[in-house]
Nanobody
Framework: QVQLVESGGGLVQHGGSLRLSCVASGIIFSVNAMGWYRQAPGKQRRLIAD???????YYIDAVKGRFTISRDNAKNTVYLQMNSLKPEDTAIYYCNSVPPNPPSWGQGTQVTVSS
């Protein structure tokens, strides 16, 4: 059974930084690209960054240059370093494979950026 546990969210001021972590158990991490998704209030969850097992990365334009995704294959962990945070980054952040494995969604971690 795959489990994904996100952590590292919190309340931060505009311009601040946070580092999110996601520990994955099961086969999902060893065979898939992994991604960070976010769901803002009233909006659908969407992919914002992903990283292949070999380290190739992708970012949506809204976070490019501010967020950095990385992974530690030995620890089955994927990270999201978020700098220069903006109020519009406020959302619940989730990790999952790319494409996502729906039964694996975790609780997510709340990120709130105050203006």
């Amino acid at each position: 059974q795959v489990q994904l546990v996100e952590s590292g969210g919190g309340l931060v001021q505009h311009g601040g930084s946070l580092r999110l972590s996601c520990v994955a158990s099961g086969i999902i991490f060893s065979v898939n690209a992994m991604g960070w998704y976010r769901q803002a209030p009233g909006k659908q969850r969407r992919l914002i960054a992903d990283i292949t097992r070999g380290g190739e990365t992708y970012y949506i334009d809204a976070v490019k240059g501010r967020f950095t995704i990385s992974r530690d294959n030995a620890k089955n962990t994927v990270y999201l370093q978020m700098n220069s945070l903006k109020p519009e980054d406020t959302a619940i952040y989730y990790c999952n494979s790319v494409p996502p494995n729906p039964p694996s969604w975790g609780q997510g971690t709340q990120v709130t950026v105050s203006s």
